[in-house]
C-alpha cells in the first residue's frame, strides 16, 4: 500500500510561484509513474503532469511552459514547479502514483492565486 503526502500548497498572487511536494512511503522500490492532478470547485478533477522512472514526463496543456515536475527516485518523491500562476490555476492539487494497476491519491493540498 502507497501512502502520499503532499505539502507546499498556499494563497499566492497571479505572477507568483510555488513548488509542490509529494512523498510516497509503504513501498522499498522505486515508482515508475507519479504525477500530479487538479481539482477546481464545481469541475472534475484533471492531468496536470506526469512523470516516468525514466525521465520522460508529459504535460497538461495549460501547464506547458510555466510548470515544470521532477523527482527525487531514491526518496520516491515528486515535485511540481509551478511558475507564472494564474488565478485559474486556483485548485486541489493532488498527488498521483499509477503502480501495478492501481492508483493512489494523495490528500490534496490546496493552491490558491489571487488576481
Known amino acids: 500500500q502507497v501512502q502520499l503526502v503532499e505539502s507546499g500548497g498556499g494563497l499566492v498572487q497571479a505572477g507568483g510561484s510555488l513548488r509542490l511536494s509529494c512523498a510516497a512511503s509503504?513501498?522499498?522500490?522505486?515508482?515508475?509513474?507519479m504525477g500530479w492532478y487538479r481539482q477546481a470547485p464545481g469541475k472534475q478533477r484533471e492531468f496536470v503532469a506526469r512523470?516516468?522512472?525514466?525521465?520522460?514526463?508529459n504535460y497538461a496543456d495549460s501547464a506547458k511552459g510555466r510548470f515544470t515536475i521532477s523527482r527525487d527516485n531514491a526518496k520516491n518523491t515528486v515535485y511540481l514547479q509551478m511558475n507564472n500562476l494564474k488565478p485559474e490555476d486556483t485548485a486541489v492539487y493532488y498527488c498521483?502514483?499509477?503502480?501495478?494497476?492501481?492508483?493512489?491519491w494523495g490528500q490534496g493540498t490546496q493552491v490558491t492565486v489571487s488576481s
Open positions: 498521483n502514483v499509477f503502480r501495478f494497476g492501481m492508483d493512489y
Open positions: 509503504g513501498t522499498s522500490s522505486s515508482i515508475t509513474t
Open positions: 512523470s516516468f522512472s525514466g525521465g520522460t514526463t
